[in-house]
């Protein structure tokens, strides 16, 4: 079992910056692929980001050049640096983790994530 935590949403103004963290307990074994994701009410969700255990990201274009996905050498902390923010980048974040058959396309990637966070929100003014 793996236990995901995020935490670092808030209120922001657009072009402002946020840092997501995402805490994770439990087996490492249970998973070789981290990533990001986000739902905005009416919309279905979006992966954004995903990082796998060499550390290799892989973006969704939505984000590419914006937004940055790291983690710490233990692979318990996972982060996502945010910036040039909009109004869009409005939603819930969640933080996941599995064993997905790829760590590559994040949008693909999160039917294949196990663990799933409780999400943090994130709200972009104008």
């Known amino acids: 079992q793996v236990q995901l935590e995020e935490s670092g949403g808030g209120s922001v103004q657009t072009g402002g910056s946020l840092r997501l963290t995402c805490t994770a307990h439990g087996d490492n074994h249970n998973r070789n692929c981290m990533g990001w994701f986000r739902k905005a009410p009416g919309m279905q969700r979006e992966g954004l980001a995903v990082?796998?255990?060499?550390?290799?990201?892989f973006y969704a274009d939505s984000v590419k050049g914006r937004f940055t996905i790291s983690q710490d050498n233990a692979h318990d902390t996972l982060y996502l640096e945010m910036t040039s923010l909009k109004p869009e980048d409005t939603a819930t974040y969640y933080c996941a983790a599995g064993l997905p058959p790829s760590c590559r396309t994040p949008d693909l990637v999160q039917y294949g994530m196990d663990y799933w966070g409780k999400g943090t929100l994130v709200t972009i003014s104008s």
């Open positions: 990082i796998d255990s060499d550390g290799r990201s």
